[in-house]
């Protein structure tokens, strides 16, 4: 089975049933297969086979579900790349992933013109209008054609090539903590048991009606807000960009049964004040991933909102989800749950040998989840994929129950005269500060001690300063933990999943010192 297969089989059973909404607009599951299909067809009437890639490089959007699943059914290997990277970051990733097909928004159509000589491989460029369409005027030697006449020109008959289990499904580029990103091979299979594992772990059924506002480009929207519901019948409501007067609307008029996010939505939710827990009436879940949830957020928000929040633990590399609380035993704060269907976790010294319960290790796993490798690098490989284990580079440690929590990025860990300090603990302490709305620790180079703790800070507070939040830390931590200097910023830097990125802090702080 396959995310093609399945969803087909869907359409069969639930031909009317609605599968996504988008700004007003439905789609069913019988009107969604065709059209995947339709649009398969037309990829292989341009002349696209399995194995070649295909890029897509739109948001959150029909567009973007149809892109997917079309090539996908055709055997192409799809590349998701967010559309407001630069022209460095998309020629790299289109370079180093052999991309053949491009599948974007018209804006990016003059970006595509000033690389064509960067892209020789690059056959052609499929255009996705939109109102604020750049692509009027621009040549690109006959390599252009709109999505529209694509989906125009298929057969809604199209079956596609045969599958197999191993075939690359998608490539994701992974930003990493170094260097230039890794491409993530995920087959067939990895995509299809991670989203149904997920469906199943969450009970996710036909009567949910889920908000997809992360990123769909992304590997957490994919698999637990657009691969799983399909999966089993449940409706996706995409939203192009997260808003909280948005979410707020969506949740409380289609009446939605789960939401996914990031800490730093649910951040932007809780101080919102045009949010109440009668816009979440419907929600039986909120998902929390991508990092870690400060507990003193995860507190606040279900006792305002009166909704669970679920957290769980996931990396591109294993398509993404390992952990999840489960719905069906207590819920345990500041944990990522345990190991979810299918898949195993656990903690290891730097032998690979399972520590104590209790100790903490790197997190390493295991299942049908874990991907093939990385694309065109072998030796990055064999570094992370080792005797079966995927070794994610988080410390984690599990407890009595197995329930584990994760302590802190290996590489970002600091040591200050040779103890350890992880940057969340100290977060912990400064998001319980009710001024603090959000907050980041990165090491700072310290002569004496190796390193020091640097704080970086956004308070709703003008009157809150550095020596009240420095003496409220040496209340709840040990010494060589308390920061020794906090900065306050207007806000802090983001992916575009929304996590805040301790490295641009860390090389902002260090190119200031030089």
């Known amino acids: 089975m396959n995310l093609i297969a399945r969803l087909a089989e869907v359409a069969k059973q639930l031909p009317n049933k609605e599968a996504y909404w988008f700004e007003g607009k439905s789609c069913t599951y019988g009107e969604l297969d065709a059209a995947i299909a339709k649009f398969s067809s037309g990829l292989y009437h341009m002349g696209i086979r399995k194995g070649d890639h295909v890029a897509l490089l739109v948001g959150n959007s029909p567009y973007f579900v149809i892109g997917l699943y079309g090539a996908l059914r055709l055997g192409a290997t799809v590349i998701p790349i967010n559309p407001i990277y630069t022209l460095d970051e998309i020629s790299y990733i289109l370079t180093n992933g052999d991309v053949k097909t491009v599948i974007a928004y018209d804006q990016l159509v003059p970006l595509f013109a000033q690389m064509q000589e960067r892209l020789p491989l690059l056959e052609r460029v499929i255009i996705c209008e939109t109102p604020e369409g750049k692509a009027k005027g621009i040549s690109l030697q006959g390599k252009m054609k709109s999505f529209a006449e694509v989906l125009q020109s298929g057969d809604m008959d199209f079956q596609g090539p045969k599958l197999a289990d191993d075939d690359i499904a998608v490539i994701l580029y992974t930003s990493g903590t170094t260097g230039k990103p890794k491409g993530a091979m995920l087959t067939h299979k990895n995509l299809y048991s991670n989203a149904q594992d997920v469906a199943n772990y969450l009970k996710i059924n036909e009567n949910d009606r889920v908000i997809a506002a992360l990123p769909m480009f992304h590997v957490f929207c994919l698999t637990v807000a657009l691969n799983a519901p399909l999966m089993n019948g449940g409706t996706v409501m995409i939203v192009p960009k997260f808003s909280p007067a948005k979410i707020f609307n969506i949740a409380r008029e289609q009446k939605a049964t789960i939401f996914?996010?990031?800490?730093?939505?649910?951040?932007?939710?809780?101080?919102?004040?045009?949010?109440?827990?009668?816009?979440?009436?419907?929600?039986?879940?909120c998902i929390s991933g991508g990092s870690s949830l400060p507990v003193a957020l995860l507190q606040n928000f279900e006792k305002k909102f009166q909704v669970m929040i679920s957290e769980g633990y996931g990396l591109s590399e294993a398509s993404p989800v390992t952990c999840f609380n489960p719905l069906d035993r207590p819920r345990k704060p500041g944990s990522i749950g345990t190991s979810i269907i299918n898949v195993e976790n656990k903690v290891v010294n730097e032998f690979g040998e399972e520590v104590p319960v209790g100790e903490v290790g790197?997190?390493?796993?295991?299942?049908?989840?874990?991907?093939?490798g990385y694309y065109k690098m072998p030796e990055e490989?064999?570094?992370?994929?080792?005797?079966?284990?995927?070794?994610?580079?988080?410390?984690?440690?599990?407890?009595?129950?197995?329930?584990?929590?994760?302590?802190d990025r290996k590489k970002e860990m600091i040591i200050v005269g040779g103890y350890n300090v992880y940057p969340r603990e100290v977060e912990e302490v400064l998001y319980s500060h009710p001024d603090v709305v959000e907050a980041a620790v990165i090491g700072a180079p310290d002569p004496d001690y190796g390193?020091?703790?640097?704080?970086?800070?956004?308070?709703?507070?003008?009157?809150?300063?550095?020596?009240?939040?420095?003496?409220?830390?040496?209340?709840?931590?040990?010494?060589?933990?308390?920061?020794?200097?906090?900065?306050?910023?207007?806000?802090?830097?983001?992916?575009t999943t929304g996590k805040i990125l301790r490295r641009a802090l860390k090389e902002q702080f260090i190119a200031s010192k030089s």
């Open 260 to 285: 996914a996010g990031v800490p730093t939505m649910y951040n932007f939710l809780y101080q919102y004040e045009g949010g109440s827990a009668d816009d979440f009436r419907t929600l039986r879940l």
């Open 362 to 372: 790197e997190l390493v796993v295991r299942g049908p989840n874990v991907m093939k």
């Open 381 to 407: 490989t064999a570094h992370v994929l080792r005797d079966g284990w995927l070794y994610t580079g988080d410390l984690a440690r599990m407890d009595e129950e197995g329930y584990f929590y994760i302590v």
């Open 451 to 495: 390193e020091t703790v640097k704080c970086f800070v956004v308070s709703k507070n003008p009157q809150l300063t550095e020596e009240m939040l420095t003496e409220y830390c040496r209340q709840h931590l040990a010494k060589y933990k308390v920061p020794s200097s906090i900065e306050f910023l207007d806000e802090l830097p983001k992916n």
